[in-house]
């Protein structure tokens, strides 16, 4: 271990002496964070919507609906709810502007539910209020979701002969599952998808993610540098073992990542206004993603020949992973693929942390951000290694 | 009593995809001995240092270094041998002393020990005054003695130099070769690669001469030209009636040759200098008029040529 920090010690001094390192790992991301969050529209002080809901239905599982999930957005300050008569008028609230988005429930709803069968209810969005309708469609699917448990539970009752089939007794059964607590937490549910950080916040953490990778790249690709500078034979004539080479640059990887984060953290913080939430489940953020990081550059490194070449595969993964990942544009506002895609990037999973915890979330929020971030970093890590060590040996 | 060797290297090979760079190659270091293997660029010195070194995987073989079997991961045996690469292997962004604390920390040295020892490798490698300079500022010349001075920081028993030399100026290769005649006479047992025979010639005890992967000959610099009867030339540049001359000098006793053409006389005898008063004498008497005497004695450029049937620069 003594060597390992010999050789990330001296690998820290050269990159100090080379701006080059303090200008992509801090300078950069900083600069980026800035223009973004300066020039694109802000959503500073947290998401809020205006929904229309249109209950043309009046029975239980309308009411279901607009007393429970609804009514707990309002609650949590994450919506207000105009009540409207008609599906035609909350069209035209949502073109002017009034609202952000409408449900409409369709008459019959309750009786369709109640007789086992289905009703479709709609949300018209806004295209100029995207993450409104977006949330909107999440509370009705997580109700719809809720109602189809409880209707074949009631099946199932059905079946098994608990209770008759005479419709009368199925409505009323259904009807009393609907008036009962939810198992499943919608409002809980409703308000984790409405949660998102505010603008600074978000493009200081998307900037931070993307040019963390960038940062990554100082400590790992150091190995092809020194083969090409001829060190890397006399540190292995050394009497230390080739493992302890790669340790000591995966060191100054994990360093650089770290310290390129927390400086534009602080300074997001300081000068942008973000709003990063709890500083320990911040840091083990921080760090889980800087191993995830360092992982995928190692990796890199091992199917590299070149400096160069690492340089380029460096970039074309970190920009690849961050347009997949969210760093240039929300999520919320991308097709369904593109989300499901992004839970492959470390940077999804870093801006979900962010989200969460500015979001007043803690380790139990970013639990599984911080499981995906360090997984990603051991896989790539160990493979990185095998493929690095070939690397070093060969002469 | 002999003395133990130092490294031992048994029947060593390599090889890269169909090409066998190295192919049994045996040999051994005495304590305090220098010794050098000779060979033309691509003979196999490099891999066969590599391997000595720890550097590199060898295909079969064995490597012994003061009782220790040298691998890529055995660190005792490597913590014996100081190596300087044919190649600087500095790192140029940072100073001179940097550079030595670096991989004397490497070595396992530290605090004052460290401290002393840096001290004291600037001093034998005359950059004590550019200590704290970047070693990018250096000439060719300070940046090669710093390139010695590093595999000489943790005092190894062993120095191997891959070709000190190369792309060196005539000053600072003299003043190179000057420092390994002092190491080798400290009693540092050395392991010297080079292609150039002259230096071959004078620094070591004993040489190897290394082509095609194989050591085709060792032994001291008398055993190596023994190999090829040691026999000297002397060319005469004459005028006058030649042929008599010729063939009265052919008669001579330790005259083994004597041909003449184009105003030239030339004999293959042995110990030239000795002979040379008698051999002008003879000339005089049979009518050359000698203007110029030439005294060609073999060497380790001849040996190669002679076992190999090519020159050491090919």
Known sequence: ?395 | MTEPSLLTTQDLRKRYGERLAVDGVSFHIKVGETYGLLGPNGAGKTTTISMICGLLRRDGGEVVVDGRPVDIGATEAKAVIGYVPQDLALYPDLTARENLRFFGRLQRLSGRDLSGRVDEVLDLIGLADRANDRVDSFSGGMKRRLNIGIGLLHRPKLLVLDEPTVGVDPQSRNAILTSVDELGREGLAILYTTHYMEEAERLCDRIGIIDQGRIIAEGTRRELVGLIGERDRLNLVAGGSLGPATEALGRLERVDEATWADGRIELVVSEARTLLPLVLEVAAATGAEVRSVEIVEPDLEAVFLHLTGKALRD
Not at chain 1, 21 to 38: E, G, H, N, Q, S
């Open chain 1, 1 to 395: 271990m003594g060597a390992a920090l010999t050789i990330a010690l001296k690998d820290l001094r050269q990159r100090l002496r080379d701006r080059s390192a303090i200008i992509t790992a801090i300078a950069a991301p900083l600069v980026l964070a800035t223009m973004f969050a300066l020039l694109l529209p802000s959503n500073d002080g947290g998401f809020h919507a205006d929904l229309a809901v249109v209950d043309l239905d009046g029975g239980p599982v309308a009411q279901g609906l607009v007393d429970g999930p609804l009514a707990g957005l309002e609650a949590a300050d994450v919506a207000d709810l105009t009540t409207v008569g008609s599906e035609s008028e909350a069209s035209t609230l949502v073109e002017d502007g009034t609202v952000d988005a409408a449900i409409v429930i369709p008459a019959g709803l309750s009786a369709a539910v109640s007789a086992g069968g289905g009703a479709e209810i709609t949300v018209i969005g806004s295209p100029a209020a995207v993450l409104a309708a977006q949330v909107a469609r999440s509370v009705v699917e997580g109700y719809a979701n809720e109602v189809e448990a409880i209707q074949l539970s009631v099946t199932t009752a059905i079946q098994v002969g608990d209770v008759g089939s005479d419709p009368t007794t199925v409505g009323a059964l259904a009807a009393e599952a609907i008036a009962l607590p939810a198992p499943i937490a919608v409002l809980d549910e409703a308000a984790a998808a409405a949660r998102q950080a505010s603008s600074a916040t978000y493009y200081a953490a998307a900037m931070a993610v993307l040019f963390v990778f960038f940062a990554a790249q100082f400590g790992v690709l150091g190995i092809l540098g020194e083969r090409r500078n001829g060190t890397l034979g006399r540190m292995l004539a050394a009497p230390i073992a080739p493992a302890t080479i790669l340790l000591g640059k995966l060191l100054v990887s994990l360093v650089m990542c770290v310290v390129s984060m927390s400086v534009v953290v602080t300074v997001a913080a300081i000068a942008l206004g973000a709003d990063w939430g709890a500083p320990l489940p911040l840091a083990a953020l921080i760090v889980a993603t800087s191993i995830s990081a360092s992982g995928i550059a190692l990796l890199v490194v091992g199917f590299a020949r070149t400096e160069d070449q690492a340089g380029a595969i460096t970039s074309m993964v970190a920009m690849t992973l961050a347009v997949l990942g969210g760093s240039f544009f929300p999520l919320t506002a991308a097709p369904e693929f593109l989300t499901r895609l992004s839970l492959l990037t470390p940077h999804a999973w870093f801006l979900s942390g962010v989200a969460e915890l500015a979001g007043g979330g803690g380790f139990a929020a970013i639990a599984p951000a911080l499981g995906v971030l360090l997984a990603i970093g051991i896989v790539t890590g160990g493979l990185g290694l095998l493929r690095a060590r070939a690397v070093v040996l060969a002469r």
